[in-house]
């Protein structure tokens, strides 16, 4: 059974930073591309970064030079951290593959304050 369990939001003011984690279990994670995606308040859910297996990273563009993502294999933890934070990264964030394969976990509430 796949589970996919995101952690670490919270409420931030503008110019801070958080460090959001995912556990995932059930699937070979080691060999799976895996993403962070993002659902604002009245919007779809997006994309915002994604790592290989290999460690290649992407990024959407409103992210670049604020968010990193990275993986710890041995953990089956994929890692968001998030530096200079805008009211406009406000949303639920979870984790999921590349292809968005599994069920969606609760996901992790980024709030963003002005």
């Known amino acids: 059974q796949v589970q996919l369990v995101e952690s670490g939001g919270g409420l931030v003011q503008a110019g801070g930073s958080l460090r959001l984690s995912c556990t995932a279990s059930?699937?070979?994670?080691?060999?799976?591309?895996m993403g962070w995606y993002r659902q604002g308040p009245g919007k779809q859910r997006e994309l915002v970064a994604s790592i290989t297996r290999d460690y290649t990273t992407y990024y959407v563009d409103s992210v670049k030079g604020r968010f990193t993502i990275s993986r710890d294999n041995a953990k089956n933890t994929v890692h968001l951290q998030m530096d200079s934070l805008k009211p406009e990264d406000t949303g639920l964030y979870y984790c999921n593959t590349r292809t968005a394969s599994y069920a969606w976990g609760q996901g992790t509430q980024v709030t963003v304050s002005s």
């Open positions: 059930g699937f070979t994670f080691t060999f799976t591309t």
